[in-house]
Nanobody
């Protein structure tokens, strides 16, 4: 059983930065591919970024060049570094484990002046 716990959300001004963390339990093989999603009010959940166990990454076009996903396999933690934040990045951000379908509880990110 994989459990995921996100942290690091908050309120930030446009142009600011935040780093989200997702701490996972379970074997390293069960968390080989990890993803960050986000869901804004009234919108569908969308895939933001993914990372494999070897560090290969993919990003949504809307965050390319601004967000960076990374992982520390020893700590079983996945990160999402978010720079140059925009108001349209406001959403609840969720961590997801592809193999088991597990989701974290989500962490709120609000970008506003």
């Amino acid at each position: 059983q994989v459990q995921l716990v996100e942290s690091g959300g908050g309120l930030v001004q446009p142009g600011g930065s935040l780093r989200l963390s997702c701490a996972a339990s379970g074997s390293i093989f069960s968390i080989a591919v990890m993803r960050w999603y986000r869901q804004a009010p009234g919108k569908q959940r969308e895939l933001v970024a993914s990372v494999t166990i070897t560090g290969n990454t993919n990003y949504a076009d809307s965050v390319k060049g601004r967000f960076t996903i990374s992982r520390d396999n020893a700590k079983k933690t996945v990160y999402l570094q978010m720079n140059s934040l925009k108001p349209e990045d406001t959403a609840v951000y969720y961590c997801n484990n592809v193999a088991t379908g597990a989701w974290g509880q989500g962490t709120q990110v609000t970008v506003s002046s």
